[in-house]
């Protein structure tokens, strides 16, 4: 079967930053898959973008980043529409306080922000290359600067060490690496920080609490401004003839300023990021805070051999060829 039009799959695209960043995806003529944990929900996400944009081309993948099992049929079934590959976006996340495990002993953390997308974008290897020049976007977070990873054995086997913020450094790490292994196979990875976002990432945390769940509806930017910087990444030109910017990670507004991507902000300069970043972009109606930009990453993403153990590691839990 061959279909002259673009193909993306989004994760994670029920709802949110996934949702928006699908309709913008399918408003600019490109076929859509909405990879989602629930087809009820995934139905809705769909009639909701046909509604938003007449003529969207959707379809739905089934996929539960808990399981490698269901990752691996995700794969699988989108193999089976005989399509090349584009466009991958893992926006799909959760903030997780009870610690759980998989079956392979990896922390629930660290296996569906991390090890799931690792997977599903190592499947589809073959479908990316089909579809050169081809682009994986991993949707990271703020939070990664933050965040160190010392062992990568602990981090995926230690619920505590594969916590939020490492995951997303984990994110970081592996786009790096994706960069590096498959740029010279014509597929570009980078990375993106959305931002502070009011979405249901936060829905199992302590900013889904009263008094806080006031101050994230006040300060905290709605999906489809969060969804921006996604599609920038995913569909900005990208020039890999210059080695030193290769390795990309994409931030906006206050979260793009020099005091919020030094290496470790402080806890302050992350604050004034967060809370002052949508309302400003917000009271000057898009003027100010509004430029996606290329920042520099956590300094640790930076770091080969770590990349590469990672890498490694996350193979072999899978059962995949490191190379």
């Given at each position: 079967?061959?279909?002259?039009?673009?193909?993306?799959?989004?994760t994670?695209?029920?709802?949110?930053?996934?949702?928006?960043?699908?309709?913008?995806?399918?408003?600019?003529?490109?076929?859509?898959?909405?990879?989602?944990?629930?087809?009820?929900?995934?139905?809705?996400a769909a009639?909701?973008?046909?509604?938003?944009?007449?003529?969207?081309?959707?379809?739905?993948?089934?996929?539960?980043?808990?399981?490698?099992?269901?990752?691996?049929?995700?794969?699988?079934?989108?193999k089976s529409?005989?399509?090349?590959?584009?466009?991958?976006?893992?926006?799909?996340?959760?903030?997780?306080?009870t610690p759980?495990?998989?079956?392979?002993?990896?922390?629930?953390?660290?296996?569906?922000?991390?090890?799931?997308?690792?997977?599903?974008?190592?499947?589809?290897?073959?479908?990316?290359?089909?579809?050169?020049?081809?682009?994986?976007?991993?949707?990271?977070?703020?939070?990664h600067?933050?965040?160190?990873?010392?062992?990568?054995?602990?981090?995926?086997?230690?619920?505590?060490?594969?916590?939020y913020?490492?995951?997303?450094?984990?994110?970081?790490?592996?786009?790096?690496?994706?960069?590096?292994r498959w740029?010279g196979?014509?597929?570009?990875?980078?990375?993106?920080d959305?931002?502070?976002?009011?979405?249901?990432?936060w829905?199992?945390?302590?900013?889904n609490?009263?008094?806080?769940?006031?101050l994230?509806?006040l300060?905290?930017a709605?999906?489809?401004?969060?969804?921006?910087?996604?599609?920038?990444?995913?569909t900005?030109?990208?020039?890999?003839?210059?080695?030193?910017?290769?390795l990309?990670?994409?931030?906006r507004?206050?979260?793009?300023?020099?005091?919020?991507?030094?290496?470790?902000?402080?806890?302050?300069?992350?604050?004034?990021?967060?809370?002052?970043?949508?309302?400003?972009?917000?009271?000057?109606?898009?003027?100010?805070?509004s430029?996606?930009?290329?920042?520099?990453?956590?300094?640790?993403?930076?770091?080969?051999?770590?990349?590469s153990?990672?890498?490694?590691l996350?193979?072999d839990?899978?059962?995949?060829?490191?190379?």
């Open positions: 079967m061959k279909d002259s039009k673009h193909v993306a799959i989004v994670g695209s029920n709802t949110g930053i996934g949702r928006e960043t699908a309709l913008s995806l399918a408003r600019d003529g490109m076929k859509v898959f909405l990879a989602c944990r629930s087809a009820d929900k995934a139905h809705e009639t909701y973008i046909r509604e938003s944009s007449k003529g969207a081309d959707v379809d739905i993948l089934l996929l539960d980043l808990r399981t490698l099992e269901s990752v691996s049929k995700c794969a699988a079934d989108f529409h005989n399509l090349p590959l584009h466009l991958l976006v893992n926006n799909a996340g959760v903030t997780l306080g759980w495990y998989t079956s392979e002993g990896v922390g629930g953390s660290a296996q569906v922000n991390y090890l799931g997308p690792y997977v599903l974008t190592r499947l589809l290897e073959d479908k990316l290359v089909a579809g050169a020049p081809s682009r994986v976007v991993n949707v990271s977070s703020s939070m600067r933050r965040a160190r990873i010392d062992d990568p054995e602990k981090f995926l086997r230690e619920f505590k060490e594969g916590d913020s490492q995951a997303k450094l984990a994110n970081v790490l592996f786009t790096f690496e994706l960069q590096r740029q196979k014509g597929v570009q990875a980078c990375a993106v959305p931002g502070a976002v009011a979405s249901d990432i829905r199992r945390s302590l900013f609490r009263k008094p806080w769940k006031w994230v509806k300060l905290f709605p999906t489809w401004d969060g969804a921006i910087p996604v599609v920038h990444a995913a900005t030109p990208l020039d890999d003839t210059q080695k030193d910017t290769q990309r990670f994409f931030a507004g206050g979260f793009a300023w020099p005091v919020t991507v030094q290496p470790r902000p402080s806890t302050f300069f992350g604050i004034c990021g967060a809370s002052l970043d949508w309302p400003i972009r917000n009271l000057s109606r898009g003027w100010l805070l430029e996606v930009k290329e920042v520099p990453a956590n300094p640790i993403a930076y770091d080969t051999n770590l990349a153990k990672l890498w490694t996350s193979a839990i899978a059962n995949l060829p490191v190379e």
